[in-house]
Structure formats: structure tokens, C-alpha cells
């Protein structure tokens, strides 16, 4: 009985072991058919989403989604799966090509515009952050949609637009009304900064294009920088307008001084007319009376008459020659009277003159000058380069250009204010004066970016000094809101070394070379090795 109830348990046990090995199983196969259908629909919705990025994938992976929509049997999939592996890899292939195509292109274009560009530094400031989107490691191809849209931009704005119609201009017109991009606003502004500072204005105006450029220095805004274009437009035509008032008033006075003289002139000759015509009386007398006393001599009878004759002819001819006399002494003092005030006036306008010469020459000096840094401006910088380039030229002196760029200045702006980024140029500036010879030439040419001229230098001999000056520049112990902040440029230089070069060449061949240093990683001097 013992052993009948001992075997009737086991079998009881074994059953629901059974039983629950089952029920286990029939969890495991349901769980199993809940992830082959999760991962099923997560597939179907990748392949969805991946609609439309190649051709020859499309019909394979639409037929793989209707199956994975039923239930599958994975054994028929599988050799479907396979060649759908093939097709994925090689479209991996191809997708790589063109990411490599579109790199190739891109810099390509770039490069081009470059060419194009060389003398816009706004659109240099672009192409160099394009070139630095370029360098982004993992770009995908949505990467380069943006890249190639702000290249297509820039293509546009090539000369080929001088041949548009009167429509396609109204077009754009309107269209630049309604959708004019933030770029295009901060490439405005970047470039009315630059123009301002090309200016120098009277002190009674300074304070208010301070107020304006650290206005505009903020502006986003389509509106905001219209009002400050027209309020900058104000200020100049006020600026036009006194400088000719004052120049109105110069040549008034001018023309006041040269009617004087002309009066003067004018009384001295009349003057001179009534002495002359005195003096021929009084010639005409003495005359007479010697013609007298010839004929007295003559007709003479008795010594007594003749006597008396002749000292009567005498008296007369010795009052007429004192009156002769004293009349040359009054037209003489007369004269210098008249001479004397002329010379007054003409003094008094020939300082009037030297005044208005000397304001000329500042003002000239001033439309040379950079007003923020006080470095000679981007027109000095042509004048001078045309210069040393037709010394290359005549004399075969060497001749080198470097162009450096403050790295991540925007940063500096945006983290602590266009104050501090202001302060920042202005050090910068000073300590590029410091490091070179008074012999080299720096300019500011616009936004954060310097221009060294380097005559009877040859490329060899600059890289020394601008390593040097780079490393003076990075030693600045610049300090922003209680921070430390250490600041590096980038330069490029280059020579003009070959028969051919010319300004436009070289300067292209220097900005290249500052292009590559900041790719290579900026604070670094890199020099044109073609
Ligand atoms: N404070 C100040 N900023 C200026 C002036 N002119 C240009 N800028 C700013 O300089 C910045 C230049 O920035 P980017 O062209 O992006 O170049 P970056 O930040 O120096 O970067 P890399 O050149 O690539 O190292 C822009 O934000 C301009 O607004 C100026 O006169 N004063």
C-alpha cells in the first residue's frame, strides 16, 4: 500500500513538472511571438522611414514590411534577409561616395568662392566657417544640405546677377522683404561696422556712433538694423552738411580777401594814374620855363632883364620840382598804405588756408585710420601695398604679406559682450604694433582680422617674427568677469616671389595659408609653400 501511494506521488509530482515545464513554455513561445512582433513593426517603421533614400532598396524593403506585417515564417525569409544584407551594404558603399562626393564638391566650391571673395571679408568670414563645418568629424548627408545651401547663396551672389531682369530683381526684392535670413542680417551689420570704422567723425558726433556700433554690434533684427542704417545715414549727410558749411565759409571769406585786393589794386592804380598825370604838369612846366629862359636868353637886350627873367624861370621851376618831390614821397606812402592792408588781409586768409590744409590733411589721415584700434584701415593697407608692389616691382626688393585672425572671437563676444570683444581688437592691435618693426606695415581690414605688409623682407625671413608675435599675443593675460582668458591668432603669410604675382595672388595665396592654420588647428603660423 506504502509503496502504491510512495509511486502514485511521483507520478502526481512528475505531472506537474510536466505541467509547469508547459505552462513555462507556452510563456516563453508567447513571449518569443511578442518580440519577433515588436521587433517586426519596429523594422516595418524603419523601413518606412527609410523610404525613398535609394532606388534600388525601396521595392525590396516595402515586399520585407508587407511580410513582417503578416506573420512571418522566418526560414522563407531568410535568404530574402540575405540578399537585403547585400543590398544594404553595398548601398552603405554608396552612400559613403557620396559623402565623399559632397566633401569633394563642397570644398571645391568653396575654394572657388574663395577665389572670388578675396577681396569681401564678410564673405571670407563665411566660407571659413563653411570650411569649418566641413572638418566636422561623422557629417552625415542632412549635414550637408545647410552647407551647400549656404554655398548656393554665395554663388548667387556672384557678378552673374548684373544680367538679371528689372522682374527678377522686383522679385527679389520682395522676396528679401519677407525672408531675409539671420545671416544675411549679421552680414549687413558685420559690414556697416566695418564701414563705420572707416570713418572718422567730428568729436560732437563720436559719442553717438559709440552708442550706434554697440548698438549694432547686437543687432538681430531686420527692423532694428534698418533704423540704425538710417540713423547712421543721418548722422553722415549732418556731418556732410557742416563740412560744407565750413567750407562755404572758408571760400566766402576767401572771395571777401580777393575783393579787397582787388579794391586795393584798383585805388593804387587810380592813384597812380592822378600822380602820373601831377607829375607830366609839372614836367610840362619845368619845361616851359627852361623853354622861357632859352627864349629870355635869346631876346635878351639889357643884363638887368635877363637877370631878373631868369631868377623869376628858376623860382618857378625849383617850386615846381619840390612840388615833383613831395608828391613821389605822398604817392610812395600811399602805396605802402595800400600795400600794407593788402598784406594784412592776405595773411589773414593764408592762415585760413593753412587751417583749413591742415584739417584736410587729419581728415584724410582720419578716413585712413581704423577708429577702434587706431591701426591704419583697409584703404591705408590698399595704398600702401599698390606702393610697395611697384617697388617689387622697379627694384626686385623682397616683399611679404601675412594675414592673421583672432581665433573663436565670437566667443569672446558672445560669453562676455562686444565691449569686451572691442577691448580685445584694441589689445590685439597694440601688441601687433609692439611686436613688428616700424618699417613693417599692420592694418586692421575689418572684423577681427589684421594685414601685415613686410617690405625688403623676404618670405623666408618672416616666420620667426610672426611666431613670435603670436606667442606675445597668446601670453596677453586678458581677464574677463574674474575669469583668465588666454587668446591665440592664426596667421598666414605669403611672398611675392614669382615674375607673374600680383596684389590679388599673393593675398589669395596668404589667405589660404591662414585658412589651412585654422584647420590645422589655429594658434599656428602657416607659410605659402607654392
Ligand atoms: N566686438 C566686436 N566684434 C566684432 C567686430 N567686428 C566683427 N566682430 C565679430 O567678430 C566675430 C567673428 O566671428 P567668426 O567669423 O565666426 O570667427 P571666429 O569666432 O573668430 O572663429 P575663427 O576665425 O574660425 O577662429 C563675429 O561675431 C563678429 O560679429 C568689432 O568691431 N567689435
Partial sequence: MDSKNTQQLELEQISKRLQDALTARTQLEYRYEQDVSQLSRFIAQLITAGQ?????????????????????????????????????????????????????????????LRTKFSQQPQQRQQLRQLLDALD????????????????????????????????????????????????DIRQ?????????????????????????RQALLQTEQRDQLLQQCLAIIRIIVKNIHQERLSAQ??????????????????EVDQSSQQHHQAQRQLSEQIQNDVQGMSNSVESATQLQDLKRDIQQHVSIIAQALQKKASLEQQQQQDMQRQLAQMQTRLQEVEHEADSYKKRLAEQKFKSLQDSLTRLPNRTAFEERLELEY????????????????????????DNYGHIAGDKTLQVIANMLKKSLRETDFVCRYGGEEFVIIFPQTAIAEVTAV????????????????????RISISIGAAGFTRPQDDIAQVFERADKALYRAKRQGRDQVVIDAS
Wanted: with cysteine.
Fill in 466 to 485: 610672426l611666431n613670435s608675435t603670436r606667442e606675445r599675443i597668446k601670453q596677453i593675460p586678458f581677464k574677463f568677469r574674474q575669469q583668465d582668458i
Fill in 249 to 266: 565759409q572758408f571760400l566766402l571769406s576767401l572771395n571777401d580777401t580777393l575783393a579787397l585786393v582787388h579794391a586795393g589794386l584798383a
Fill in 136 to 183: 566636422s568629424p561623422n557629417l552625415t548627408l542632412l549635414h550637408y544640405v545647410p552647407i551647400l545651401l549656404s554655398l548656393l547663396k554665395l554663388l548667387q551672389q556672384l557678378p552673374v546677377a548684373k544680367h538679371k531682369t528689372a522682374e527678377a530683381h522686383a522679385e527679389d526684392a520682395g522676396t528679401t522683404q519677407t525672408s531675409m535670413a539671420a545671416d
Fill in 390 to 413: 611697384k617697388r617689387w616691382q622697379r627694384a626686385k626688393t623682397p616683399l611679404a604679406l601675412a594675414v592673421a585672425d583672432i581665433d573663436h572671437f565670437k566667443r569672446i563676444n
Fill in 188 to 212: 549687413i551689420r558685420d559690414e556697416l561696422l566695418n564701414q563705420l570704422s572707416m570713418i572718422e567723425f567730428p568729436q560732437a558726433s563720436a559719442a553717438d556712433v559709440n552708442q550706434l
Fill in 52 to 112: 525613398g533614400l535609394d532606388g534600388q532598396l525601396d521595392g525590396p524593403l516595402m515586399k520585407l514590411r508587407q511580410q513582417l506585417q503578416s506573420k512571418p515564417d522566418l526560414d522563407l525569409l531568410a535568404p530574402q534577409l540575405k540578399q537585403l544584407t547585400h543590398n544594404l551594404q553595398a548601398f552603405g558603399l554608396k552612400l559613403k561616395q557620396q559623402l565623399r562626393d559632397c566633401y569633394d564638391i563642397s570644398n571645391e566650391v568653396t575654394e572657388y
